[in-house]
DNA sequence: ATTAATTTTTAGACAAATCTAAAAAAAAGA
DNA sequence: TCTTTTTTTTAGATTTGTCTAAAAATTAAT
């Protein structure tokens, strides 16, 4: 079956705020496509006559198994393309996403299977977050936040949970970016803010809040 | 300025309809497209106060200086994605114009720019129609159609007028591809059929009308 | 437990792109 | 030239996705 390019925003951003939170609420589906709470009271029952939802007037919503699918399968392609575009095209991991957000639409199954082996069934996208394979199935990414990360242990950066560009800002200015080396030297309990060395450049502190959205790995 | 997908298949037909006849009629359109005489006129009516159409009532239309340029464009972006399709993802060069179709309306400068450039800026698509560069312009391809290639000649195949799946089915069958080298055996007035033979394999007649549809280049 | 505030849904309208059926204009034929 | 045929346009309807304003349901506060 095929989806609207509308349908396939709404199904997406759905999905995305399930991993936050069980079920989903109109107010914060529409802040997240810049809309109408009206607009997203409509498609809900578009999108539920469908299959695509288990939806109860004034209760919430969350996908169904189906939805799921359809769900992942766009998200397999957003983040394939967000890959190509930086490893291949060279763009800066901060100016993909909204390029793929319109790449994602295009919804052939060969062009995204040949897609993937031409970039060699990558795991992770520009930003560190995993790129499901064909079969719906996540690679496992074991990361945790930097917030988290004991003292004096190398970490190297996997993703970044908030991509506004406003962060990404800040991290090139920090000189971070996916794959680079950090090493925690301190954590200050007052506001939890964490001296970290950056490869070659000299150490510097990071707010509690940057810490949160930085997620590293070990090794 | 910024055109929906509907308007951009509009323009990149009208464009096409225009490299045969200098003014284009609804109906031929209308066919090109798909679609409904009626919804022509409408959408004509829309190209022209957009300044994209030089058109007068019940006396046909072309581009305008403004939609020529916008065409061009998205010629360049359909054949661009049709040659990575092709050269890149290991897709039959009859099978990429469906992909190309979708992917010509996602409208980013710099991706296209990128792309240019990671392709190595290639001169023509997988039909041997020539890609007009980042201003427009086209590059001069010197070929000739089959039918007007003298006896005894090697010529190198350079692109296929009718694009059609019948006809991609007939030169797949022929081992006739873009870059094939062809040997001209031999013209039969009778029927303007051509005796030719294709790299190793044994001669074989080709009929006029296929003839017709092939351009090549000497040496 | 009422009242007030927030969230969600309905009602009704609108723009884009399409359609069918009918009218108008142009082209072709007698 | 005067019909007839073909082409093109209008009139009016439909579908998709959106909006505003108002009503209904839920949640929070007094
Ligand atoms: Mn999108
Ligand atoms: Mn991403
Ligand atoms: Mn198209
Ligand atoms: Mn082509």
Redesign the interface.
Known sequence: MNFSIAEENYIKNIYHLQQQSELVNTNSLAYELQTKPASVTDMLKKLQIKNLLDYEKYKGFRLSSKGNKVAINIVRRHRLWEFF?VT????EWD?VH??AE??E??S?Q??IQ??D??LNHPQTDPHGDPIPDGNGKMPVIHQLSMADVVEKKKVIVSSVGNQSPAILELLNHYHINIGTEIKINQRFSFDGSIEIKVGKYAACIISELVAKNIFVYHE
Not at 88 to 91: A, R
Request: proline letters at 0%; zero cysteines.
């Open positions: 575009l291949k095209l060279g763009f100016k909204a390029i319109e790449l639409h295009v052939n060969e062009l040949k897609l082996r031409f």
